[in-house]
């Protein structure tokens, strides 16, 4: 087997620098950089696989994670993370022009009731370190989300389409902030919806060893937090990035909450799990 199952907060967030190969020119370093920028810019959805006979099965015939979005691969800082699936897989990669190389595959250490799904995100973790290329490209209507193409050394490819990030969409690299979400919402006030139920959170700090040092009081959070979703029963941490919206609408918060990871969840009944 490829890939190890380990959770470590360190290892899924921990960045490694990459290193200019000999023989590179200036030219071709602002071009890496160009096209490393975009291939960060985006969340890239799987949109179909490609076997190495060109035989192509769409995403949507592929067994989905429990909030049913697609697998998705995000890169930044010499990171790949891939959600979509039960667990979160992690990796370090590095590209040098339109060659890539993905190594030291981590997991999450979650045991998902889906065996489909297990078995498929086996396959996905040893499929990582035989990525070869990497290539973007703009499809001939604007309009169309730009897609991403991962080969593979034996041909194989898988064929993704982009999505801006949150930083690319606000403008900004957001706050690191980790929020404890309750098991049960709470009736909140909203200007348009009479009776809103809202997630009840507060706030955790921890120190820099990961130690909890304090907790905040619990209030309702106005509005959602992009990528997560709320089993009822379930108690939650959440590692999320806060964004200041200069935009946002009269009936909208102006601050905006993405989920970057789950950090522990809890169900009613006492079972535990860390993610």
């Not at 890939?3 to 200036?26: F, H, K, M, V």
């Not at 799987?46 to 049913?68: C, F, K, M, W, Y």
């Not at 990525?131 to 050394?153: E, G, I, K, R, Y």
């Amino acid at each position: 087997m490829k890939y190890s199952l380990i959770w470590s907060l360190a290892i899924l967030t921990a960045g490694l620098t990459a290193c200019a190969q000999p023989g590179e020119g200036p030219s071709d370093r602002h071009a890496d950089t160009t096209m490393e920028k975009t291939l960060t810019a985006y969340h890239w959805e799987l949109d179909r696989i490609v076997d190495e006979n060109g035989a192509a099965q769409a995403s949507g015939t592929l067994p989905h994670g429990q909030s049913g979005a697609p697998m998705t691969l995000a890169f930044q800082a010499q990171r790949l993370s891939v959600t979509g699936l039960c667990n979160v897989l992690s990796a370090a990669y590095n590209t040098q022009g339109d060659n890539m190389r993905i190594r030291q595959v981590v997991s999450t250490m979650r045991m998902c009731p889906d065996t489909a799904l297990m078995r498929h995100e086996h396959a996905i973790a040893n499929r990582l370190p035989d990525v070869a290329t990497w290539h973007v490209a703009q499809a001939d209507n604007a309009a169309q989300p730009l897609t991403l193409t991962l080969a593979f050394s034996n041909g194989g490819q898988w064929v993704l389409q982009g999505k801006p990030t949150p930083e690319t969409r606000y403008g900004s690299a957001g706050e690191i902030r980790f929020l404890e979400v309750a098991p049960q919402t709470i009736t909140c006030s909203h200007p348009l919806i009479p009776k809103a139920q809202c997630l009840n959170v507060r706030a955790v700090q921890y120190d820099a060893s990961g130690l909890k040092t304090g907790e905040g009081p619990w209030h309702a959070l106005q509005g959602d937090i992009e990528g997560y979703h709320h089993e009822p029963g379930v108690r939650n941490v959440l590692r999320v990035k806060r964004f200041v919206r200069s935009d946002a609408p009269a009936d909208a918060p102006d601050q905006v909450y993405v989920l970057d990871m789950v950090v522990e969840s809890e169900h009613a009944a006492g079972q535990y799990s860390s993610e």
